[in-house]
């Protein structure tokens, strides 16, 4: 072997060491001709149809009717109490496709995974067969979606929960794929770092299944608040939503510019369960069920949520300039 090829070889393992984070895989959604996007985003749902998760798909339809959405985005913990059990799970039908009916909402839906999805099978809610089952469906680990004007980072946010591998309990976790650890969340959070970087996208939008601010029964999740929170704020991004705690919640933090959306009212809503109100940072709290509405254009940001009768309960809205100097 000649020196030339060995120098090469080495260099070549070295990177392949220590660059072996791939980027985040992307897809293209094209917003409407008119240049808005209009989605909505649910969490925590699926119980073959109880605790009002039938009632919160009606309304969904409704309201999906009336923004004309595009697609839906599901912040995790897709199936109760423990994820899917293989492609051929019943659940798949009694929960999602028999659920979310109305015509209105059948679009596409970007979904992650949530802790409880993480009791089953990670893989078969990963498959393409549940796509041929039903096509409405997707979820992957961590992916982009990039509608040109808005682009939207899904993460994988189970594996950063350290409570998961120290008191596990009597859960079994599907973490196939995400070994080892340590790796596995370093290759993330660089995958993600970059993709931000690289986004020439007017909004960011960063969705995943737990909290990084919240007053619900969970809280903040800590891992995220050190870990991913420095990589949003340094990136610009807009907004953070995510479900795991069971209601919908928007908080406006003084220390950040990012507005920390909760849409985790899918079903079973956790009544009273509310461990800080801070007046100042908390814009909305709803302890019952829901969920939330965006409609976004290149100037304007509006949200919105609604309870189970499709009331709104919450609204805000924000404004950037056409041409920012930013
Ligand atoms: C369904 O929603 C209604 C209205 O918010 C509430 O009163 C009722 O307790 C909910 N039912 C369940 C099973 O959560």
């Known amino acids: 072997m000649s020196l030339l090829v060995l120098v090469v070889f080495i260099a070549t393992i070295t990177q392949c060491l220590v660059y072996s984070s791939a980027e985040l895989q992307s897809f293209e959604h094209a917003p409407k001709p008119d240049g808005s996007l209009s ?3 649910i969490g925590d749902w699926g119980r073959r149809g109880g605790y009002n998760q039938s009632q919160v798909a009606l309304q969904m339809g409704y309201i999906g009717e009336q923004l004309d959405i595009d697609f839906v985005i599901s912040t995790g913990d897709n199936f109760y109490d423990n994820g899917l059990k293989g492609i051929d799970d019943a659940s798949f039908h009694h929960s999602f496709t028999k659920i979310y009916t109305a015509p209105s909402l059948q679009k596409q839906w970007y979904n992650v995974l949530g802790n409880h999805d993480y009791r089953g099978n990670v893989e078969a809610q990963l498959s393409p067969v549940l796509t041929n089952l039903d096509n409405r ?12 004007f808005v682009e939207f980072f899904f993460v994988d946010t189970t ?4 409570k998961y591998f120290t008191e596990p309990e009597d859960h079994v976790y599907d973490w196939r794929g995400t070994w080892p650890r340590k790796q596995y969340i370093s290759n993330l959070l660089k995958d993600l770092d970059l993709a931000l970087k690289q986004s020439n996208a007017k909004w960011k939008i960063v969705v995943g299944h737990h909290t990084i601010r919240s007053a619900g029964h969970h809280g903040d999740t800590e891992e995220l608040v050190n870990q991913l929170l420095p990589i949003l704020e340094a ?3 807009d907004l953070f939503m995510n479900g795991h705690d069971h209601c919908l919640q928007h908080i406006s933090s003084f220390n950040s510019p990012i507005q ?4 985790g009212g899918g079903s079973k809503a956790w009544g009273g369960d509310v461990s800080w109100l801070n007046q100042e940072e908390m814009k909305f709290y709803y302890d019952g069920q829901g969920f939330m509405s965006v409609h976004v254009i290149q100037t304007e940001l509006n949200i919105a949520f609604y309870d189970v009768f499709g009331n709104v309960l919450h609204k805000w809205n924000t404004f950037k300039q056409l041409h920012s100097t930013l």
């Open 159 to 162: 594996p950063f929960v350290d």
């Open 235 to 237: 990136n610009d991004v």
């Open 39 to 41: 989605f909505l985003v």
């Open 137 to 148: 469906w997707f979820c992957s680990r961590s992916y982009v979606v990039n509608t040109e």
């Open 260 to 263: 920390f959306l909760t849409s």
